[in-house]
């Protein structure tokens, strides 16, 4: 089947109670590891790139890709998605790219980095919903901002200071109605990359309340948890085992998602954990048998140890065995519901 727009596997999920992780990629093994999982526990799937992994994958190849994945994989369906959009313009290039979903993150000023004031985010996130919604693309949006930096992208704040740039859920039901996004980012205390808690996070750093106090005020809306790779201690030690270094840290528990998906979380976006998984096997490779050269004996292994993760966080968030029972539907479809009709 061909992409699918992520609305309606975010309609599927809130129907059904369960949550879609979304996986980050950047090259071909990558958009294997997610693929092996799904056809394995027959999982819906949002594959996502960031500017960044545009830029390094090259979106032609991207493209492709993706292409490729829909034709091996016709009975699942793959909805294709822009993290953290900086710009109308890269919103629009990823919907010219085939993309079938697009994050419009205006909690930051186009230069990804600065926090934003709340009317230029509404102006710029309901400049994307009009275009996109106009040919069925779905959209996310972003309220409040995250801690830590990806790849250039991000404020930089701190474990503390996220604290002060928390969803205010008074602001989210008013952006809602502003903007009509599919999909609601919130900032809960979690941040990008493997740095998130110095402990294992309580209520004070990881609000989950926040959650439930936005989903009671907007029960319709599709909520996304961006920061929630669970960073397991397990991958971390495979790392340091094999000479790496990863300071101690804590990443956000799987049942506190679990927690999440119970009250209108529906997209979950993991990238870290699968790049320390990937980074591991690679290491194990050349640790144990550093005589190997062929960029196939270390990527194999990256890859099944990517498409483990993948397959837990499927399972754990419940979109396992629902592949099969979601009615596809096109992004020409969809510009019919957008329109009313
Ligand atoms: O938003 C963060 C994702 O993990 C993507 O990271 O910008 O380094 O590709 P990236
Ligand atoms: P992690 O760094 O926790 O995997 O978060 C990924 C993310 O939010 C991508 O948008
Ligand atoms: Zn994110």
Not at 199 to 208: A, C, I, R, S
């Given at each position: 089947m061909p992409l699918v727009p992520m609305r309606i596997l975010l309609d599927h999920a809130a129907e059904n109670g369960y949550g879609v992780a979304a996986l980050n990629v950047n090259n071909m093994e990558q958009i294997q590891a997610i693929m092996m999982a799904a056809q394995e526990t027959d999982s819906p799937v949002i594959v996502q790139a960031s500017r960044g992994a545009r830029k390094y994958s090259n979106d032609s190849y991207l493209r492709h890709l993706m292409l490729a994945a829909a034709e091996l994989n016709p009975e699942l369906p793959i909805a294709m998605h822009q993290d953290h959009g900086n710009s109308a313009e890269t919103c629009l290039s990823a919907i010219e790219q085939n993309f079938t979903s697009v994050m419009m993150d205006g909690s930051l000023s186009a230069d990804g980095k600065t926090p934003s004031t709340y009317e230029y985010n509404v102006e710029v996130t309901k400049q994307v919903v009009d275009a996109a919604h106009a040919v069925g693309v779905s959209v996310e949006g972003e309220l409040g901002a995250l801690g830590g930096i990806e790849d250039g992208h991000g404020a930089g704040l701190s474990e503390a200071e996220v604290q002060e740039h928390l969803t205010n859920p008074d602001q989210a039901e008013q952006f809602v109605a502003e903007t009509g996004v599919d999909a609601l980012a919130v900032a809960i205390g979690t941040s990008h990359?493997?740095?998130?808690?110095?402990?294992?996070?309580?209520?004070?750093?990881?609000?989950?309340d926040l959650i439930e106090e936005i989903h009671r005020r907007l029960p319709n809306t599709h909520l996304v948890m961006h920061g929630?790779?669970?960073?397991?201690q397990e991958l971390q030690d495979i790392i340091n085992k094999y000479g790496g270094s990863i300071k101690q840290t804590y990443g956000v528990p799987i049942e506190e998602i679990q927690r999440g998906i119970k009250h209108g979380v529906r997209k979950v976006n993991v990238d870290t954990d699968n790049r320390l998984a990937i980074t591991g096997a690679i290491r194990k490779v050349f640790t144990e048998t550093p005589e190997k050269f062929d960029p196939r004996d270390y990527l194999k292994p990256a890859r099944e140890a990517m498409a483990e993760v993948c397959k837990a966080r499927m399972v754990a968030f419940g979109q396992a065995g629902n592949a099969g029972k979601i009615k596809p539907r096109t992004c020409k479809e969809m510009v019919d519901f957008y329109a009313g009709k």
């Open positions: 990359g493997a740095y998130k808690f110095t402990h294992k996070p309580t209520g004070e750093v990881l609000k989950m929630s790779s669970s960073v397991p």
